[in-house]
Each structure stands twice: as C-alpha cells, then as structure tokens.
C-alpha cells in the first residue's frame, strides 16, 4: 500500500513537473516572439528612415541643410553696469516682499 503512494505521488509530481515545465516555455516563447515582433517593427522603421535619407540625397540641386550659426559670447558688463542691475534688481525684491506682507495682511484680518 505504502508503494502505490508513493508510485501515484511520484507519478503526480512528474506530471506537474512536465505540466510546469511546458508551462514556462511556453512563457519564454512568447516573450521571445514579442521581443522579435519589436524588433522586426524596430527594423522596419530604420530601413523607411535609410529610404528617406537616401531619397533627400538623390535629389540633384538640393541645397545643404543650413548649419545653425555660433553668436559670440556677449561681453560682461561693466562693474558700474553691474552695480546698477543689482541695485534693480533689489529695489524690485524689496517692492515684491512689500507687497507679499500686504497680502498677509489682508489674508490674516480676513481670517480673525
């Protein structure tokens, strides 16, 4: 009795065995046709972009793509220029934080 347990428990976990196994190859297959179906998509697009290429080529008399143009570095103001954006720009500052307390303010006796 104890063998025929043993025999059905060993025959049951071979088919498992067996049933998984294809299981998960059958897994791997379909990842693999999805990697191979992008691919061959990847493949596709490159060989209509290599056609486009060669079709702008081939055409006589075409002018060169214009290259984009360098500006030179802008020279650097003067300290006195300097001094008067910082100043500017702190007087702007000084006007923004004026008006944020004002806000709060207003914010805080709308609140009480």
Same mark, same amino acid.
């Given at each position: ?32 046709? *999805?990697?191979?179906? &992008? +691919?061959?998509?990847?493949?596709? &697009? +490159?060989? *209509?972009?290599? &056609?486009?290429?060669?079709?702008? $080529? ?7 793509? *214009? $290259? ?10 003067? +300290? ?5 954006? +910082? ?19 207003? $914010? ?5």
């Amino acid at each position: 009795m104890a063998i025929a347990r043993w025999s059905i428990g060993i025959l049951l976990g071979i088919l498992l065995w067996l049933g998984l196994g294809s299981y998960v190859e059958a897994q791997g297959e379909a990842r693999i046709d *999805s990697r191979l179906n &992008r +691919l061959e998509s990847e493949l596709g &697009r +490159l060989r *209509s972009q290599v &056609r486009q290429i060669e079709s702008q $080529l081939s055409i006589p008399n075409r002018p060169a793509p *214009s $290259l984009p143009t360098i500006t030179p570095p802008v020279a650097e103001p003067s +300290l006195d220029e300097q001094f008067d954006n +910082l100043a500017t720009l702190a007087i702007e500052l000084k006007q923004q934080v004026r008006q944020l307390e004002t806000r709060v303010t207003q $914010l805080e006796r709308a609140t009480s």
